[in-house]
């Protein structure tokens, strides 16, 4: 059973139900590694995972993670910024996770940027296949994160319900600005407008 209070529990059940052996994901935010292992699990031998980070101490704890899980052959890590996805990755995907803010246990003063954030999922948008989907976990309780939020709803708000299925979660009960989730799922079988 998933716990609705770890918002990064319900992004990996979402990823289950999206991603197939031999599927083309994106962790644009590998952080301390552990999305990345459980994307490179679900796509398994044939697929493939590529993982951004800006820091180099983010990348070589997900890469020690990676290689004790025996999973490295399956990720390009990536130490650019995530508005650059597009830059390295030359393929449809099937899924793109994001974890903004900072660096769990790292320097808080490092954290994702909002002009970055929003350059990047409007590149994500484009890479996605149809069925595809992307989450984007917030954190609206410091100030960078809340500036995310605020530039990120306006631009899912306004996409096309012909093309994209856009949820924004958030727990209503839980004090100090939680973590809030945004679902994007790209339609299927789009109808011509």
Known sequence: MISLKKMTELVHHKAGLIIREGDSVIDATAGNGFDTVFLAEKVGFTGHVYAFDIQEEALAKTAEILREKELQGRVTLIKADHKTLADHVRVPVSFIMYNLG?????????????????????????MLKPGGMITIVLYPGHPEGRLEKETLLPICKNLSP????????????????????????KILFCRNT
């Open 102 to 126: 900072y660096l769990p246990g790292g320097n808080r003063q490092i954290t994702t940027k909002v002009h970055s954030t929003a350059d990047s999922v409007k590149q994500a948008l484009n």
């Open 162 to 185: 012909s093309v994209h299925t856009v949820l924004h979660v958030r727990a209503l009960n839980q004090a100090n600005d939680p973590p809030e989730l945004l679902v994007i799922q």
